[in-house]
């Protein structure tokens, strides 16, 4: 057999450079008012069949606070409409949901709080533009509902397209090892912005932040001693207990934590095996992931010694095409390969399972976890995290895709930069026209936002 020949990196670059004849850059601008006949309702309606039907209305109460939540909890809309949208044919691991609040620091295994995209329920291979579209989208509302000017919201989607162009410039000359061993941890950021009081007093104090978000910390805070053993607390509908309505509970905990156990890495496992399990309940998290399974799970190695992990119900990605059968037969796993692809850094504890007709993925619920406070921005700090967001995305994009490829599609130029700012513009317009139909469908009782007494517990029949 013939060893494959490697495609040089300058080759790369021209064969990116050559996509613009088929996609323009400035074909990236483009979008058209979605047709009135169009019910987004409809569709949000399609993507919460099979959720916990009593806490979908906790999603649509959250959701309905502003334009930038509302898109938040709405990734099936713009999914669809990126569907039809130009792309150059670069195919990366996409976030899926690459919104601004989609990004955080967390901590390496080795301890060191970097910065990267956070969630990733929605992960899929998919175009690079999809990613950075949402983002650009999202950073459009976050500006408006701090009631930033349209040049500070423009300003900002600029700022996170340029780091993107220019840091994946920078990746392509970099070796395939060093851009799979890069990250962007809080010192390089601080470094990055020492010229900037406001980002590097914020950058610090979310430093000094993280070191008291871990098990330990929030231990005192979730739990109570229930006749001598460590229990968590109920908070329903946020959180609430529910093994006492399942027979065989302890059966099917056991068997899912041999099935979890098996995804581990060996050595991982072995840690793992020094935790006793001690009680979970339900544990409703985020806005978008509301009214899916989501449980915590409080484990001991010692009386002072806990571990909370999280497991998170893992359903078809929005990327994917709703019909047919899915390309990956687990969900717990794609999320979890989706994650280890795109994060410079991966929880130990990362893994998957499956209980009851429904796939799972597992990770520590707080390990140095931390996001932005984006109520408190002024314009400048969201330019600042914007370029942050658009640095961190390229580096996840460069890890999984071809990085030379992108940066030749893009090049050196504002061409690209441009074109995602009128685009980031329309589309927060259409987000704003969804937002303003949603709240119709809310005050016609179409939609609820009023949970029921016993919320949640209609999913365990």
């Known amino acids: 057999m013939k060893p494959v020949v490697a495609i040089s990196r300058s080759e790369r670059h ?138 500070a919201a423009s300003d900002a989607v600029r700022s ?9 410039a920078e990746f392509a000359e970099m070796k395939a090892l ?11 950021l601080k470094e990055h912005f020492r010229k900037d009081p406001d980002m590097s007093a914020r950058l610090s104090a979310k ?18 001693r229930v006749h001598g053993h460590w229990k968590i607390k109920d908070d329903p509908p946020v959180i609430f207990h529910f093994q006492e309505h399942i027979a065989d509970f302890e059966k099917r905990r056991v068997k899912f934590t041999e099935e979890y156990k098996k995804s581990l890495q060996p050595n991982r496992r072995k840690l793992y095996e020094r935790y006793r399990y001690q009680d979970s309940a339900i544990k409703v998290v985020g806005v978008g992931s509301v009214g899916t399974r989501c449980y915590l799970s ?5 009386e002072d010694d806990p571990l909370f992990l999280q497991f998170k ?53 707080r390990d140095m976890k931390v996001s932005a406070e ?13 370029d942050m967001c658009g640095w961190a995305l390229a580096r996840a994009h460069a890890k999984s895709g071809d990085a030379a490829m992108i940066s030749g599609y893009l090049g050196s130029s504002d061409q690209f930069d441009d074109a995602l700012t009128q685009y980031s513009q329309a589309y927060a317009d259409q987000a704003e026209r969804d937002f303003e139909t949603f709240q119709d469908a809310i005050h016609s009782g179409r939609l609820s936002t009023e949970p029921e007494k016993g919320a949640g517990l209609e999913f365990l029949v």
């Open 313 to 365: 119900e893992a359903r078809r990605s929005v990327l994917e095409s709703p019909s047919g059968k899915s390309r990956y037969a687990h969900q717990g796993f794609r999320v979890v390969e989706g994650l280890r692809v795109m994060q410079a850094a991966s929880d130990i504890f990362l893994g998957w399972a499956s209980t009851r007709g429904h796939d799972y993925y597992v990770r520590q619920f």
């Open 160 to 168: 996170a397209a340029a780091s993107y162009r220019q840091r994946m």
């Open 178 to 188: 060093d851009v799979w061993y890069a990250e962007v941890s809080i010192d390089a």
């Open 207 to 224: 430093q000094k932040q993280a070191r008291s978000r871990n098990s330990e910390a929030v231990f005192p805070k979730l739990t109570a």
């Open 374 to 386: 984006v109520e408190t921005f002024k314009p400048r700090t969201l330019l600042g995290y914007a």
């Open 14 to 151: 021209k064969q990116g450079k050559a996509l613009r004849e088929k996609c323009p850059r400035s074909a990236h601008a483009e979008w058209k008012q979605r047709s009135k006949s169009q019910d987004p309702i409809k569709l949000l309606e399609e993507s919460d069949a099979d959720r916990i039907p009593g806490l979908i209305p906790v999603k649509y109460q959250r959701m309905a606070v502003s334009p930038f939540t509302f898109f938040r909890g709405a990734a099936i809309l713009q999914a669809r409409d990126l569907a039809n949208a130009p792309v150059s044919g670069i195919t990366v691991q996409a976030c899926g949901d690459c919104h601004l609040a989609n990004f955080g620091g967390f901590a390496s295994p080795e301890r060191v709080l970097v910065f990267d995209i956070n969630d990733f329920d929605e992960t899929f291979p998919g175009p690079w533009e999809w990613d950075i579209k949402r983002l650009g989208a999202s950073l459009v509302l976050a500006a408006r509902d701090r009631g930033f000017s349209k040049s």
């Open 298 to 302: 409080l484990l001991l190695a010692d």
